[in-house]
């Protein structure tokens, strides 16, 4: 079974500056998805930004880019620029290439946006 | 935004009572998910189905079912249900070959 782990679970940024939010996982897989969730109060799940396992290249969306580390199963998120309305639980997320496409989640990270 | 509605939104029972959730789908998507998430945790499957009336369970299926007799219908049942299934519950939907799954606004569960 795969596994997720966020290991900070509140972090916080000055406005303008950039934040990079931790996330490791173990599969025994070697095609498989990554994201990054944005949960702000209203509970909506955002899709932030996904990463293809067999893309080296890695994702840029705006503000927002990955530094994916296949071998040590590192898929951290970076916000530059960091913004006011950036504030929410973050998740880590992995989807497996098979089986239905299940989701495995990490807890989450709490960003906190200080003025 | 994706057609993905969860109803009711808010409900509040009593342990031992029969409970169900209801997601539907305006989207004609394949998958369908139902997930729970409690405080200081992500997500967590209870069950998902790839077709109708094909349906399979996650990782925190005890005590819930689900059925899918419409491709745009997918409900969750508790049978009896507990404190510990208090709980926010995510339904989610992802077209077959798509990366992004879509999910709804979540249902907040209160079993007093």
């Known amino acids: 079974a795969q596994t997720v782990t966020q290991s900070q679970p509140e972090m916080s940024v000055q406005e303008a500056e950039t934040v990079t939010l931790s996330c490791t996982y173990d599969?025994?897989?070697?095609?498989?998805?990554l994201f990054w969730y944005k949960q702000p109060p209203s509970r909506q799940m955002i899709l932030v930004i996904r990463?293809?396992?067999?893309?080296?290249q890695n994702a840029t969306e705006n503000r927002f880019s990955v530094n994916f580390q296949k071998a040590a199963k590192s898929f951290s998120l970076k916000i530059s620029d960091s913004q006011l309305g950036d504030a929410a639980m973050y998740f880590c997320?992995?989807?497996?290439?098979?089986?239905?496409?299940?989701?495995?989640f990490g807890d989450g990270t709490t960003l906190t946006v200080k003025p | 935004d994706a057609g993905i509605t969860q109803s009711p939104r808010h409900k509040v029972t009593e342990t031992g009572t029969p409970v169900t959730l209801r997601c539907h789908q305006t989207?004609?998507?394949?998958?369908m998910y139902w997930y729970r998430q409690d405080p200081g945790h992500g997500l967590r499957l209870i069950h998902y189905?790839?077709?109708?009336?094909?349906?399979d369970k996650g990782e925190v299926s005890d005590g819930y079912s689900v059925s899918r007799s419409k491709t745009e219908d997918f409900l969750l049942t508790l049978e009896s249900a507990t404190s510990s299934q208090t709980s926010v519950y995510f339904c989610?939907?992802?077209?077959?070959?798509?990366?992004?799954?879509?999910f709804g606004p979540g249902t907040r569960l209160t079993v007093t």
């Open positions: 989610a939907i992802r077209e077959a070959g798509a990366y992004e799954q879509y």
């Open positions: 599969t025994s897989e070697s095609d498989y998805y």
């Open positions: 990463q293809e396992a067999y893309k080296q």
């Open positions: 997320a992995y989807r497996s290439y098979t089986n239905a496409g299940k989701s495995t």
């Open positions: 989207e004609n998507h394949r998958y």
């Open positions: 189905s790839y077709g109708v009336k094909d349906t």
